[in-house]
Every structure is written in C-alpha cells, then in structure tokens.
C-alpha cells in the first residue's frame, strides 16, 4: 500500500522530465496487480489496468519499453477476463500479447519472449491450438534471435533456464 501510495504521489507530482510519467504508470499497474493477487479485490485490478493503459499512452511508439508495457496490460486484461469472462477483455488481451510479440522482435527480443510466452501459455489453457501456435512461433523466433545477440556464456544460460520449455510446449500446440 506505502508503494502504491508512493507511486501516486509521484504521478500527482510528476518530475520535469515528462518521459518518466510512463515508467511510474507502469510500476503502479505492477504494484497495484500485485495487490490484486493479494487481495483478490477487482477493484485492484481495474486500477492496474487503467495506469497500464496510460503508461502505454505515454510510451512513444518506437521506444523499446512499450511490448514489456503491452505485455503487463494483456497479462492483466487475462486476469480480468479470468475474473469477469468479459469478451473484449480476451480480444484485446490477445491483441496485445500479439503486437508485443511482434515489436518486441524488432526492438526488444526479451519482451517478445515473455509476451509470446504468456500467451502462447494461456491459448494452451483455452485449447486454442492455432493461436497457441502463433505464439509460440514468435517465442522461438524471439529466442533465437536472444541467443545469437548474447555474447557471454552466462547470459546464454540465464535465458536457456528462462525458455526452458517453450519448445515442447510449442510441439505439443504443433501436434
């Protein structure tokens, strides 16, 4: 709550520099679907989603930041559509999921890797094997392209342990 409160206070305040409003936006979504998890108040998870949202507004659109900010509003409309089975929710989480994955491999290979991970994993959970098989086409290809831009040893086993998986969960879609 003392971080939430922190994150408010700094928005209500905002520094000189009108290019850190968005990173603040999104740590408040964070913190704010954390408690949600906590507290399991959808009224939490409304919040986070309207501070991602505006954190995305804030975002330039080449910035790299922005698939790592579609991917935490996809994985929190995922939350509410789990909450709510609204059905916009689940076609602009997927939506999201999808544009993060597809910039994330232009400017940011690691936000594609989560983001197609994320959804590739909940097309899994709702059986729907085509789109499952689009996201999980975008994690390999996010991978490989981390593997040959990462030049020590150890931050190619650091995301080896992160990706682990993905392969046979992209067969198994596949199959």
């Known amino acids: ?53 505006q954190s995305i507004e804030a975002t330039p659109l080449h910035s790299p930041e922005l698939p790592g900010r579609q991917n935490n509003l996809g994985s929190a409309l ?34 594609a890797v989560l983001a197609s991970r994320n959804w590739g994993e909940w097309a899994t959970e709702r059986q729907s094997w085509p789109e499952a098989v689009t996201a999980y086409q975008y994690s390999l290809q996010a991978i490989a392209q981390l593997f040959r831009t990462q030049l020590f040893r150890t931050s190619k086993e650091t995301w080896l342990r992160e990706v682990q998986g993905i392969s046979a969960q992209a067969a198994f879609a596949m199959a």
Not at 16 to 37: C, T, V
Not at 81 to 108: C, I, N, R, V
């Open 1 to 53: 709550e003392a971080t939430i409160l922190n994150y408010r206070q700094a928005i209500d305040q905002p520094p000189s520099d009108s290019s850190e409003i968005a990173p603040i936006q999104n740590n408040l979504g964070n913190a704010l679907r954390d408690q949600f998890h906590h507290s399991g108040q959808l009224s939490d998870l409304n919040q986070a989603i309207a501070a991602y949202e």
């Open 78 to 111: 995922k939350a509410h559509f789990t909450q709510t089975t609204e059905q916009s929710d689940l076609e602009q989480a997927k939506a999201l999921f999808k544009q993060a994955a597809a910039q994330g491999l232009h400017m940011a290979p690691e936000a």
